[in-house]
């Protein structure tokens, strides 16, 4: 099958889902022979999907894509080498740009492309195992001023390898040299340790006004995923502290006994993506669903996203049902939209406002981690209340899975790719040929 089959999306003929179910039967088998078997029934199961079906009450949602692959008004090229598992970047004044390692390395990228040899100094240790390690990072609003940075990470147990880790969300200030990383104050830490180092969430992402949000994953073990629900614990959820670590007073739970004071939602199986809205200042994330249920969801204050109890998807390994058997409940909110199989596995996310690719302008783009993709998607309507409208998948001809995308300070796009011998990817609009 070419693999540029796994990637489209319903045909304009299949009728669309108005219902909104997760897998049916016929579904979870061809999800189980998918994962036996590869690829041999993604198509089938891709073409009876109804990706945006949550979203399909009224406006009718168009999902051709064509072929996924950079369209010929863009062009993808290397910016950056040479990075060994790197999970986020952000860009400085000048143009460069600073580059996570998960093994515990900060990253200096000169705005010519060209790698500093030499780590910043003074992180702390990480816990680099499975999932964890270093993962992101943010500047304050401010930085050009205050140097201030904010980044996230896992911590072992110091006593005991064997009781997993938490995250922990800092902040330290950069020295002018950009060699070293200076008063590192902690902003939240993750108690008590969780026995897992999967599905750890650990996005941030700082807003106009003064306060930081953080997404925590379910920890994906059975004893510890329920959690996702219990506002007294971190794991499942997105948080919302000031950038000085402090309680907002407006945060959902404060003055709850049962809960911890920095929850903002809950019910989120594993967020790696995080953005605030430009316009409307509201959380978006993309979080990594079960089998087939991935999401994108706009976080609003004291919402709960229905992990996991209600999914689009189904478990891994058996397709066998979520929680209560749904994809929606009463008093969980639906996602803004979702995949089925096969699944795109959603890294970061953004909505693209530069003029270098005026053609994606206000789009939403997703990175895709299994899908080795990044996947556009067309919004309609106001940005408190929109819906998407068409998506497609680009730059599979890559053949690279994305950790990470961004806009530069130069409207374009930036791709950070996954792995041991990792780059960034820089996407430019094509220069028209000649004559
Ligand atoms: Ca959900």
Redesign the pocket.
């Known amino acids: 099958m070419p693999r540029t089959a796994l990637h489209r999306a319903p045909l304009p003929d299949q009728p669309e889902s108005a219902t909104a179910t997760p897998l049916d039967s016929a579904q979870r088998a061809a999800a189980v022979l998918t994962l036996v078997f590869g690829c041999s029934s993604g198509a089938a199961v891709a073409a009876s999907a109804a990706p945006d079906a949550a979203q399909a009450g009224t406006t009718p949602i168009d999902t051709a894509t064509g072929e996924a692959a950079t369209p010929p008004s863009a062009h993808a090229e290397t910016h950056a080498s040479g990075f060994e598992r790197p999970w986020s970047m952000a860009f400085l004044p000048d143009g460069g740009m600073l580059v996570t390692e998960r093994p515990g390395r900060l990253r200096v990228v000169r705005p010519d492309g060209g790698l500093e040899p030499v780590a910043t100094a003074g992180l702390p240790d990480v816990d680099a195992r499975e999932h964890g390690g270093l993962l992101d990072i943010a500047l304050d609003p401010a930085f050009a001023s205050n140097r201030l940075f904010y980044f996230s990470y896992t911590e072992a147990d110091a006593e005991d390898l064997d009781a997993g880790n938490g995250l922990v969300v800092a902040r330290a200030r950069l020295s002018e040299d950009l060699a070293r990383a200076e008063d590192t104050e902690i902003l939240f830490r993750q108690t008590p340790k969780v026995r897992s180092l999967e599905n750890l969430g650990g996005r941030i992402a700082v807003s106009g006004d003064g306060h930081l949000f953080i997404t925590l994953g379910d920890r994906r073990v059975d004893e510890e995923r329920g959690h996702a629900q219990n506002p007294a614990m971190a794991h499942g959820k997105t948080l919302r502290i000031r950038t000085d670590g402090g309680i907002p007073d407006d945060n959902p739970f404060v003055g709850r006994q049962d809960a911890l004071p920095q929850v903002w939602t809950l019910?989120?199986?594993n967020p790696q993506g995080a953005f605030v809205h430009p316009q409307t200042g509201e959380l978006w994330i993309a979080?990594h669903?079960p089998l087939g249920?991935d999401?994108i969801?706009i976080a609003r204050k004291g919402s709960n996203?229905?992990?996991p109890v209600?999914?689009y998807g189904c478990e891994y390994d058996t397709c066998a049902p979520i929680g209560a058997g749904t994809a929606e409940q009463p008093g969980?909110?639906?996602?803004l939209t979702y995949w089925t199989l096969p699944s795109a596995a959603p890294s970061n996310l953004l909505i693209y406002t530069g003029d270098e690719l005026p053609q994606w302008r206000d789009n939403l783009f997703v990175g895709g981690l299994s899908s080795k993709a990044v996947w556009r998607m067309e919004l309609f309507g106001p940005p408190e209340a929109p819906r998407v409208v068409r998506r497609e998948a680009l730059f599979s001809e890559l053949d690279e899975r994305i950790r990470d995308v961004r806009q530069g300070p130069d409207g374009r796009l930036y791709l950070l790719t996954d792995g041991s011998e990792a780059r960034v990817i820089r996407v430019r609009r094509a220069t028209p040929p000649e004559g």
């Open positions: 019910g989120h199986r979080e669903g249920g999401e969801n996203y229905g992990w209600v999914s969980m909110a639906p996602p």
